[in-house]
T-cell receptor, first 111, second 115 residues
Framework: DTAVSQTPKYLVTQMGNDKSIKCEQN?????MYWYKQDSKKFLKIMFS???????INETVPNRFSPKSPDKAHLNLHINSLELGDSAVYFC??????????FGPGTRLTVL | KQEVTQIPAALSVPEGENLVLNCSFT??????LQWFRQDPGKGLTSLLL?????REQTSGRLNASLDKSSGRSTLYIAASQPGDSATYLC??????????????FGKGTKLSVIP
């Protein structure tokens, strides 16, 4: 009965590779988000996606791209991975501006 | 640009004590404020959501208050237990417009409750 799920839980890859992280929510929410938690544990918004409207945080490199096949999914694609991309990535969902529910996180390590 | 500050960064208390965690934000034009708990290596668990028209919310031993005019929120934990040990995060929702759905987080308060 997981509300917001992410796969994989851990991802270890080499610099320069392209990878994807999947996110699914079964809460019937209409807005989904991706957040990044850096090595200092600071959480920062990357994207929000609502009714096909994508809002991008201006600090996110264009190597990162979210893709939403339907309302229940928002996947994160990362091209040409760099060392600095190592972090924990969290997916979340909500109804518009209501309470956000977070997934368990994906720990990405770039070697 | 909205900034969220949480004080103290870390707190250690004996079991049974009541405690207060503080959160302040620079732009009072917020929509909602949400408190989360994060256990080591885990995701975020939503504790309380205070909507802009509300001044406080309660859930069990937790009580959160919001004073938008002064840019402050507090999370009160009554009769603390070792199981309350975690990092507590405060997050605010910017008010309307582009980016209106995106949380801005503080850096958290790491709480340790000693048996």
């Amino acid at each position: 009965d997981t509300a917001v799920s992410q796969t994989p839980k851990y991802l270890v890859t080499q610099m320069g590779n392209d990878k994807s992280i999947k996110c699914e929510q079964n809460l019937g929410h209409d807005t989904m988000y991706w957040y990044k938690q850096d090595s200092k544990k600071f959480l920062k918004i990357m994207f929000s996606y609502n009714n096909k409207e994508l809002i991008i945080n201006e600090t996110v490199p264009n190597r990162f791209s979210p893709k939403s096949p339907d309302k229940a999914h928002l996947n994160l694609h990362i091209n040409s991975l760099e060392l600095g991309d190592s972090a924990v990535y969290f997916c979340a969902s909500s109804l518009v501006t209501a309470e956000q529910f977070f997934g368990p996180g994906t720990r990405l390590t770039v070697l | 640009k909205q900034e969220v500050t949480q004080i103290p960064a870390a707190l250690s208390v004996p079991e049974g004590e009541n405690l207060v965690l503080n959160c302040s934000f620079t732009d009072s034009a917020i929509y909602n404020l949400q408190w989360f708990r994060q256990d080591p290596g885990k995701g975020l668990t939503s504790l309380l959501l205070i909507q802009s028209s509300q001044r406080e919310q309660t859930s069990g031993r937790l009580n959160a208050s919001l004073d938008k005019s002064s840019g402050r929120s507090t999370l009160y934990i009554a009769a603390s237990q070792p199981g309350d040990s975690a990092t507590y995060l405060c997050a605010v929702y910017p008010y309307s417009g582009a980016g209106s759905y995106q949380l801005t987080f503080g850096k958290g308060t790491k709480l340790s409750v000693i048996p």
